[in-house]
Nanobody, 115 residues
């Protein structure tokens, strides 16, 4: 059973940056795709970014050009660099891991962007 732990969230002013990490244990990390999702209060969880086992990336339109997802298989960690943050980026950010669908999730990390 894989375990995922997100970290790096916090409070930042609009226009600032944060870097989130998702550390995995318990499964061969390099074989799986890893994604970031977020959920704002009163809203459904939404896709943010994904990185495949071979480094292919995809982003939600709302974060393209501002967020960058990357992975370090040696450290079993995926990162989400978030720049030019906006108040609407405020949410709990979750990472998920799986072959196709994400079947393992972390507990989430709060990101709050003040205006």
């Amino acid at each position: 059973q894989v375990q995922l732990v997100e970290s790096g969230g916090g409070l930042v002013q609009a226009g600032g940056s944060l870097s989130l990490s998702c550390a995995a244990s318990g499964r061969t990390f390099s074989s799986y795709r890893v994604g970031w999702y977020r959920q704002a209060p009163g809203k459904e969880r939404e896709f943010v970014a994904v990185i495949s086992w071979n480094g292919y990336t995809n982003y939600a339109d709302s974060v393209k050009g501002r967020f960058t997802i990357s992975r370090d298989n040696a450290k079993n960690t995926v990162y989400l660099q978030m720049n030019s943050l906006k108040p609407e980026d405020t949410a709990v950010y979750y990472c998920g891991l799986g072959t196709y669908a994400f079947d393992s999730w972390g507990q989430g990390t709060q990101v709050t962007v003040s205006s």
